[in-house]
């Protein structure tokens, strides 16, 4: 049976009336500026947002404004067939998608087939990952969020339709050169596996702005504590207290930036399953430890999985409510139950919050077929295991903040899986997969779909290597050796300890321009790290390379698509330009405008594609012209008192920044407490610059106290 | 809501009684002698076989007599949740289970996570492969068919059930060396996107007998035309008749078998999508062209894919059973549709089959969501396209089968997708992917699952690597080249030219045994090619190897599976032991019994793993004591005219082979018009071997005329 349902909803002046089809099978409605809202037949009750602590900044949305629809309502379909719904939504020839899931190799989503699906990443873009967030921007300005918990199918510009306005003429492949095995699709479709279906539409005009919208309906971006900027070090997994205490002082000794510790399963009695009480021969005394921590500003966050082991208190309490199938021979809690959810937080409250915990390293939520619960496996929720393993990373996420927002205590942590409606929640994805470059193009993705990634350093096979990752990780949601198995140091490869120091220590040093940069992803939706395709101005260079027919490579002359995917935003006018082991040069695509190096303040191009060689101790930052970049000194340890700020300017332009500041601890600038200072530089008659900081009267300031002002010089690069 | 269901027949004497539960929502029948047929809930109309023209070979499996059930009906497990089956088979601690579709690098499917779903193959054994047969055989003694068309999820032992009598213990990572990532699973399940499910049930004893009933059941195998047997050699895509000519002469001049030709796409007027008429350029007389091959005893094969070009007399008439969406801009048809069969068929008979054409070669039907119709896609004859991308290779192989059946003639193909129930059509899949040692695994996992895969030949890198191609080719149900885009000849390597000729020679001489092999296949359901492990004997060598962690490259130390999946059986006797490029040397592992030479007759082994070095130009083939092997002398084309016979005795044992014989060309056989030759060798009093031939009375002898014995010498081999 086909049940058919087009949207017939009137386009009046700049909103869309609420219109019905066929007793209400389908009903669109205006949900804020710029959001509406379908639903199709008979959604789920469970679905991605249903079952999390969120409400969206409906202030912030407002203030955004109204926005247009830029696609026809014709071009829309909806329909139920055979249990499942279908979904159409055009594609024009030059339109591009970006989101999906949390790719690793591709930027651009057209042309691809996925299911998306959480699970750990297995080394293709094929849908299953970390993040299979079902919501997409296009560049035509408006983006959609299949608000479902089932595995989605998507094509993404493959099916063409007999129907279609645009079908492709058919060519012969025998005598033809223009056949090609991918003709033009002008539909991307989506089957979701089950009888009605919530959609989320956000406009732009921009993409960033649907980006932003969508940010905003979830609750905003996550506003990490200042101390979770700084630079974080796991040690290996049965490490005891002392060497813990070893090794912190070994980072003392040797001037390296240190503010968080992570303890990976070995502080546990019993791990996979686990018990998540504390191991009492290697931690006698975990709030001695935690509070020796503490005194020297480090804090302290712990690993722990799903899995309940027998072993620990909670268990036969949780049972109940624990699914019929087990992980690692531990329970697997239904957190879509409150019972559940209540159980597991007293014990985590006594065992880890009370203790002085900072936050989490939430493992293995993403699931690995091999291990995890099957979906067969039965909750007692009577949520079918699929729903759950969609959301597993998103519960474990919310349940924990709930916690630390109790207690009035900004977390900040890791975690394994997340999915929409967890850009709130101040967690940052990692995973085990481990390739450089493409870690490079997950951190673009996960600016389009409302998550954080950090491409976490745990090993290297050389010195050039290592200091690479180490770059990179700078710039990312959270910068983290991971040294659980290998108990590598930042210094493991003495010929670029120095310059590994050096990063670490600039990444101290962005700190305010980082939280500032976290704050507007808070109050506006923008992500901090974010893909060049987000940036106005920058001229994307999607390339088909035409394939070359090979009887076993390449049977079908496929193209081959050539992206920029290694190259990203960190704040407002950040570029930042990675390379990679075994690279001494690379090209940077400039967005419109000039821009300067960050180290130089040199002039390195404008609106152009630059080659850069920039050697092995640097990482190629670029500033936008204007662009204000407020710097702390380099300190190796984050103490609760004021530091001086350089603020930078670099290039030509006058120009404003809003700096960001709060306590940088509590929840208390949710009510209030907390200042944006305006920072700005004037050119003066004579071409002089100046600069001026204005702090809003009777407001706080917590974080800095003097502050110097430095102009970067911006003659042109000496020839080479 | 779940429903559950708990079969309660009653196992009583040798057979389990009809029951039913809960409103007829489960019912248990008795199909045949081992056969059981399970159904759940509301099964789909469509399924597997329903829309086959096959029909079981009810004798033959009467004659295998009754068989037990190894399995308590207690352990097995079917529910309906959530509008899907829920299905579970228990396992056993050291049970094995193969088959679950076409794998290409796993024989043993223990531990392995699957969604079985037509597709090409991409690679990884995720269940994503040309025949994603839903069949399993278990090393107890039987096997299950789960019957439905819809894309099926399988947990092969991985999940482990709270309920389960078998749960391992919880052990502490941190500190229990015996911890593991995979513990121990007593489930197999299986995930039915379906409110119910057919599953059929065949019983052993032995795993073989599991498969022979599965094959008989489904109409027996194939018995293809002998011509098929021989050389096939496929030209490149634009040649000209002419050009055809002019290889064919080649093929004579250099005295290379040759006994079918196969035409690419570049016979059509309009290729991806298909006109299926001839083009008038390139073969402006197909009916002299096809003639004149026949007049040399080649048979013409062509190529088709399913999609419709609109430059065919067919189009206007079929476009109304066609799919919502075009492939290449073609339509697809919907051969579920007995109008679009007719329609289809109609054109086929006229432009094909009438004209002389032996058979098709039928690509693309498996489907690469690149290009294919996306699920999504609305059939006509209201069918999912789930449904119809599922059995979409064996619509096809049905529906031209027919074609030549109405002409009492066989035909022998290709084609790119099967499925249960196809074992009796005359097809065999191939595909693009290309890892030589991957095909073997294919050839090897293909006896398990009813279907036929050759390990076709294109290129090679090297003079080595064609050599040993073409030497594994020629024990596979194809001896093919197929040169369609690099214009490969046998001898393109000419410092190999005098070694593939000799094996495309042996080729020719084991037809009467490989036709024998294939009348077994027929008539017993005996795979003609098929794995060690369906070897009465054989022990088969899985082991795990421990897993060592590292950080990036195994975070969870996962153990390695090693296993034997290089070696197979052709025939009663044969034991192949291919080696692939870069080997010199390979371990063979032979079942119980002793074994000899292919070549020399030497004795080389009895139940044991021996390491050969055989040197490039030969293929390890081993004989089993008392293996006979009739061989025709090393023709190079196949005329219509008795050959002389060379019946080979190896080892010590007295032994009878029994000889298939018929017209090789008509469905006669089926009538009765086939005889069994008795080849019988015994032993006399003074050890010497004695040779008879016995034709039963009154019977035709089809294929040849004299004989003559040759007992192989059994001396141990010389130390090398």
Redesign the interface.
């Known amino acids: 049976m086909?049940r058919i349902f087009k949207i017939n909803f009137v386009c009046l002046s700049f909103i869309f009336f609420i219109s019905c089809f066929q007793g209400n099978a389908v009903e669109v409605e205006k949900v804020n500026a710029g959001i509406w809202k379908i639903s199709v037949g008979r959604p789920d009750k469970v679905n991605l947002l249903s079952e999390l602590n969120i409400a969206p900044r409906t202030e912030a949305i407002l203030e955004m404004g109204e926005a247009f629809m830029p696609v026809s309502v014709e071009d829309l379909e909806f329909k139920v067939?055979?249990?499942k719904t279908?979904i159409?939504f055009p594609l024009e020839k030059d339109e591009k998608i970006y989101g999906l899931g949390l790719n690793f190799k591709t930027v651009e989503q057209r042309?691809r087939?996925m299911r998306l699906h959480a699970d750990h990443y297995g080394g293709r873009d094929n849908g299953r990952t970390h993040a299979p967030v079902p919501f997409f921007v296009s560049s035509r300005g408006y983006g959609a969020l299949i608000n479902t918990a089932r595995y989605i199918?998507v094509?993404v510009g493959?099916?063409?339709?007999?129907?279609s306005r645009n079908?492709?003429?058919?060519?012969?492949?025998?005598?033809d050169p223009e056949?090609t095995?991918?003709?033009y699709s002008d539909n991307m479709?989506?089957?979701v596996?089950a009888e009605g279906v919530e959609i989320l539409l956000f406009l732009g005009p921009t993409m960033l702005e649907v980006v932003q919208r969508f940010n905003l309906y979830n609750g905003g971006g996550t506003l990490p504590p200042r101390w979770g900027l700084g630079f974080w070090h796991r040690t290996p997994?049965?490490f005891t207290d002392k060497l813990v205490m070893a090794e912190v002082e070994e980072f003392r000794k040797r001037k390296f930036p240190l503010t968080v510790i992570g303890l990976e399963?070995?502080w546990?009695?019993?791990?996979?399953?686990c018990t998540y009480e504390w191991?009492t021969v290697r931690f006698p005394d975990p709030v001695g430890f935690i509070k020796k921590l503490d005194d020297r500003h480090i804090k302290t966050n712990v690993w722990i999985n799903p899995y309940i082991?027998?072993?620990t208190k909670l268990y036969d309490e949780i049972k109940p409510y624990?699914?019929?199938?087990?992980?690692?021979?531990?329970?697997v809690p239904d957190y879509t139950l409150s019972e559940a959810r209540q159980i597991a937080t007293r014990h985590f409250e006594e065992n880890q919050v009370k203790k002085g915990i900072s936050g989490y390293k939430l493992d293995e939520n993403d699931g690995?077929?091999?291990?995890?619960?099957?979906?067969?496996?039965?909750f007692p929720s009577g949520n079918?295991a699929e729903q759950i393993r969609q959301i597993y990373g998103s519960l474990m996420q919310d349940m924990t903040v709930q916690m630390y927002r109790k207690q009035n205590k900004r977390t900040y942590g890791l975690v394994r899986s997340g999915n929409a409606g967890t850009s709130s929640f101040p967690y940052v994805i990692y995973n085990?997969y481990?390739d450089h470059r493409d870690f490079i193009t997950a951190l673009i993705n996960s600016s389009f779909i409302g998550v954080l990634w950090t491409p976490e350093v745990?090993?290297s096979k050389s010195a050039e290597e290592w200091l690479r990752r180490m770059q990179t990780v700078c710039f990312s949601p959270i910068a983290m050796l991971?040294a659980?198995?290998?108990g590598t140091k930042p210094w493991s490869f003495p010929e670029v300890s120095q310059q590994v120091n050096e990063i670490a220590k600039l990444r101290m040093r962005l700190i305010p321009y980082l939280y500032t940069a976290f704050a507007n992803y808070a109050f506006k939706g923008i992500p901090p790290v974010r893909a060049m395709n987000l940036e106005q101005g920058y001229k994307d260079e999607v390339k088909m390379e035409k394939g070359k027919?090979?009887?076993?490579e390449n049977?079908?002359a496929?193209a081959l698509r050539k992206e920029i995917k290694d190259q990203f935003m960190v704040g407002n006018s950040l570029l930042i330009a990675p390379l990679f082991a075994g690279e001494t040069e690379r090209r940077v695509v400039l967005p419109k405008g000039k821009w300067y190096d960050f180290y130089t303040g040199e002039f390195v191009g404008e609106g152009e594609i630059i080659t850069v060689a920039p050697g092995l101790d640097k990482i190629p930052v670029y500033v936008k012209d204007g662009g204000i970049i407020p710097l702390w000194p380099g300190i190796t340890q984050l103490e609760n008192r004021r530091y001086p700020l350089e603020i930078r300017h670099y290039g030509e332009k006058a120009s404003v920044y809003d700096l960001y500041d709060d306590d940088g601890e509590t929840y208390d600038y949710e009510k209030g407490e907390r200042t944006w200072i305006t920072l700005k530089v004037d050119i003066e008659n004579n071409g002089k610059k100046k600069g001026t900081v204005i702090i809003p009267k009777n407001s706080e300031v917590w974080s800095f106290s003097d502050y110097k002002f430095r102009f970067m010089s911006s003659v042109p690069p000496k020839s080479s």
């Open positions: 086909i067939v055979d249990g279908y159409r042309g087939v199918d094509w493959t099916g063409i339709r007999k129907d079908v492709p003429i058919a060519r012969d492949r025998n005598t056949w095995s991918r003709p479709e989506f089957l596996p997994t049965l399963p070995g546990m009695s019993h791990a996979y399953p191991d082991s027998p072993a624990t699914s019929s199938h087990l992980v690692w021979c531990g329970l690995y077929d091999y291990w995890l619960w099957p979906d067969v496996a039965i079918t085990d481990y745990r090993a991971d659980w198995a290998d027919l090979d009887a076993t049977p079908y496929m």
